[in-house]
């Protein structure tokens, strides 16, 4: 017969003594299973006692965490956090230097537990911190458990930043300053600054006027410290009003930051880990909304200013035709050449430009490709001009349409998400990567319309066409611009049409009633092929990041599903894993059959209790929580929608529910597909005897091993 859900068997050790195996009933007051655990080995005094877990973290047990307690967990007793946060602190200020140090190292294991951090902080430990960095007596490791003290103190939220006074700004500024400073000072002072820009406004102003851009550009050669300074520069370019983020992109620029990150870290020898290509992604979202003003901006038809820059289009355009004297003449052959320009308002092109977005970065655009390009500009607009009408690209047209749809593809003007890792190594490999990008893509579409022989009507399909294209193209992550011309090359309209046609091959190729009754048949067996597939996913298991308020300093964690299927298995990790985790590392289990239900989205406990989260649209698609009894959740973030896909099947699939994801329905609809062309091959190559057959067997099916890779 188990055991009451409220029962839970621990071991609970001592120094020195034998560990306790005993029955921990979680509906008695904790503060009496203390003293009942010191009474056991004749400890006077519970109330200076508490009970921490062994493994992992080994954060403090309170009545409010309790309940995540397993069974065949061991615990320690040790001195309450308290008792803990008053010695240190009174060793943290002592006078041997070898005393302190240790206080020191222990201090900065214990604030990243909440419980103990409480305490320490309302004894105004932070405060004393706060001190003995102003002193500048501290060096090498001592200074560096100092900081990773006093970050892990704050991460907690419970202080405000504003509080931080300016002298320990200008001191952990001086550390970031200082040519010759130890790697981990350097970490951890980085890290310091960046929670001060993003947690507030007012510390912002002080920092930057601390911290020059030169200084944090100078870091990047340092492979140790990269992500840190690529993290404080985001975090500065975000904060920064408006008017100063141009200010501080030309800054950037003058620097060369572009070029290094290409060269250190981008091209660098070591490969790019999840954290940096955040950093990265984040950078390029930035940059990219620098152009929200420009693309939300309108056209002025009145300014003259404005107006001369289309005068100078169709100046480029037919450089060589003499305006005609008369206002009347000039007045129609401007209207004509704004035709051959491809403008829809003919008579006041400055029309074209009213529409928001891309209001004037269309026309930015237009300019940047007619300088830099001329020749290119010249033969896509006089191509067009010598053809038929009804065959005719409009350049205007399409490049205002085009700037447009680049917007939403790069998202230009939305925040970065916390979540994603999706940079583009070929936007830092030219000071104008939008321009350059542009020029590519107006080429394409110029090709595309040529390929599709479209006419006026077809110009929704023909971007539709390149929209796909483009998106596709990205996808496959070129290096430079140069490979994403050979990417496009390679996508032209007859392969897009190729490539439609095989992903939707099921529907349009299989819908006679015997082959739909093939595809019945065998549908069965590749669901059960796929879903062998996912729970052996989870038995590899995979890694997940514990999103906080610190992307760096985060933990890891690790679970993956018994080979058996029988137990899910996870436990924290200091960093991100090289392959598989040996099931022995993984201190924490909980039975499949304790499993009552899988959730996902805004209905999971952690995406309800984070605000912050629950505002970030790709963070919630991410999510999912696994319920179990008695009242209990694991929840997850997936690292991408593969991982989301995989994980959210293999667990339904582990539960006998169907299997929904997207991922399944590719999968299901490419392996029906591959299946049923094998066995309608098989039956084209079938000989018809002359003799009446023999009664045949029962065929067997096709059997394949799917690797989704």
Same mark, same amino acid.
């Given at each position: 017969m188990p055991p009451p859900a409220d029962i839970v068997k621990v071991a609970i050790e001592w120094p020195g003594a034998n560990a306790q195996l005993i029955e921990m009933d979680q509906k *008695?007051?904790?503060?009496?299973?203390?003293? &009942?655990?010191? #009474?056991?080995?004749?400890?006077?005094?519970?109330?200076? +006692?508490?009970?921490?877990? $062994?493994?992992?973290? %080994?954060?403090?047990?309170?009545?409010?965490?309790?309940?995540?307690?397993?069974?065949?967990?061991?615990?320690r007793l040790a001195i309450s956090p308290a008792r803990a946060a008053r010695q240190l602190l009174e060793r943290i200020q002592s006078h041997g230097i070898d005393a302190r140090l240790e206080a020191l190292k222990e201090l900065a294991k214990l604030s990243a537990d909440p419980t103990f951090a409480t305490e320490f902080i309302n004894?105004?430990?932070? $405060?004393? =911190? $706060? *001190? =003995?960095?102003?002193?500048?007596?501290? +060096?090498?490791?001592?200074l560096a458990f100092t900081l990773t003290a006093f970050l892990e103190l704050m991460d907690h939220g419970i202080v405000s930043w504003d509080l931080i006074s300016l002298s320990f700004i200008k001191q952990i500024a001086g550390y970031v300053n200082q040519p010759m400073v130890d790697v981990s000072i350097l970490q951890r002072s980085l890290a310091i600054l960046e929670s001060m820009v993003l947690n507030s406004h007012s510390l912002y102003h002080r920092v930057a006027q601390e911290i020059t851009v030169g200084q944090l550009i100078g870091h990047l050669s340092n492979q140790e410290i990269q992500t840190y300074a690529i993290a404080l520069i985001n975090a500065l370019f975000l904060k920064a009003p408006e008017d100063r983020r141009q200010e501080m992109a030309s800054t950037l620029a003058q620097k060369h930051l572009r070029s290094i990150i290409l060269n250190h870290v981008i091209r660098g020898n070591r490969p790019i880990k999840a954290e940096m290509a955040h950093q990265l992604y984040v950078l390029q979202v930035l940059t990219f909304n620098l152009l929200e003003e420009r693309m939300m901006t309108k056209m002025d038809p009145n300014d003259q200013a404005q107006r001369d820059i289309i005068f100078e289009l169709r100046r480029i355009a037919f450089d060589g035709e003499n305006d005609p004297t008369g206002t009347e003449k000039r007045k129609a052959m401007y209207t004509k050449d704004y035709k051959m320009l491809g403008f829809t308002n003919h008579v006041n092109p400055a029309m074209d430009f009213t529409q928001t977005p891309p209001g004037m970065l269309a026309l930015d655009n237009m300019l940047y490709l007619a300088k830099v390009h001329q020749d290119t500009y010249i033969r896509i607009v006089l191509e067009n001009s010598s053809r038929e009408d009804k065959h005719e690209c409009p350049f205007g047209r399409c490049a205002i349409e085009l700037?447009?749809? =680049?917007?939403?593809?790069? %998202?230009?003007? @939305?925040?970065?998400?916390e979540g994603c890792n999706d940079y583009h190594p070929m936007f830092f490999t030219h000071d104008r990567a939008w321009e350059e990008f542009f020029c590519v893509c107006i080429q394409l579409l110029n090709k595309t319309w040529k390929e599709m022989r479209a006419t006026a009507e077809d110009f929704n399909k023909v971007m539709q066409v390149v929209r796909e294209q483009i998106t596709r193209a990205l996808a496959m992550k070129p290096a430079s611009i140069d490979q994403l011309k050979n990417k496009l090359r390679g996508l032209n309209y007859s392969e897009i049409l190729r490539l439609r046609q095989? &992903?939707?091959?099921? %529907? #349009?190729? +299989? %819908?006679?009633?015997?082959?739909? @009754? =093939? *595809?019945? *048949?065998i549908q069965p067996e590749i669901l059960e092929l796929i879903k062998q597939q996912r729970l052996n996913r989870l038995c590899e298991g995979s890694c997940f990041r514990k999103l906080g308020n610190r992307r760096r300093q985060e933990k890891f964690w690790f679970c993956r599903l018994s080979l058996n299927h029988k137990v899910l298995h996870y436990g924290d990790l200091d960093e991100s894993p090289q392959g598989e985790v040996p099931f022995e590392l993984l201190s924490d289990k909980i039975p499949v059959s304790d499993i009552k239900s899988v959730v996902t989205g805004k209905d999971c406990p952690h995406m309800k209790e984070k605000s912050a989260l629950k505002q970030n649209k790709e963070v919630l698609e991410l999510a999912f929580s696994v319920l179990y009894d008695p009242d209990e959740t694991l929840n997850f973030v997936a690292p991408n929608k593969y991982e989301y896909c995989i994980w959210t099947d293999g667990l339904c699939a582990l539960l006998g529910r169907e299997m929904v994801s997207d991922l399944t329905r590719s999968d299901l609809d490419t392996l029906i597909s591959m299946e049923m062309k094998l066995r309608l091959l098989d039956l084209e190559n079938i000989t018809i005897p002359e003799a009446p057959p023999p009664v045949p067997k029962e065929p067997s099916s096709y059997n394949f091993t799917y690797n989704y890779s």
């Open positions: *008695r007051p904790l503060s009496s299973i203390i003293r &009942e655990v010191c #009474d056991g080995w004749s400890l006077s005094g519970s109330e200076q +006692f508490a009970l921490r877990y $062994a493994d992992g973290p %080994q954060l403090y047990i309170t009545e409010q965490s309790r309940g995540e307690i397993k069974n065949g967990t061991i615990l004894m105004e430990g932070i $405060a004393t =911190l $706060a *001190r =003995l960095v102003e002193s500048g007596t501290h +060096f090498g490791e001592m700037t447009r749809m =680049l917007c939403e593809i790069l %998202q230009v003007g @939305e925040l970065p998400n095989s &992903e939707r091959m099921s %529907q #349009d190729d +299989f %819908q006679s009633p015997p082959i739909i @009754e =093939l *595809r019945e *048949r």
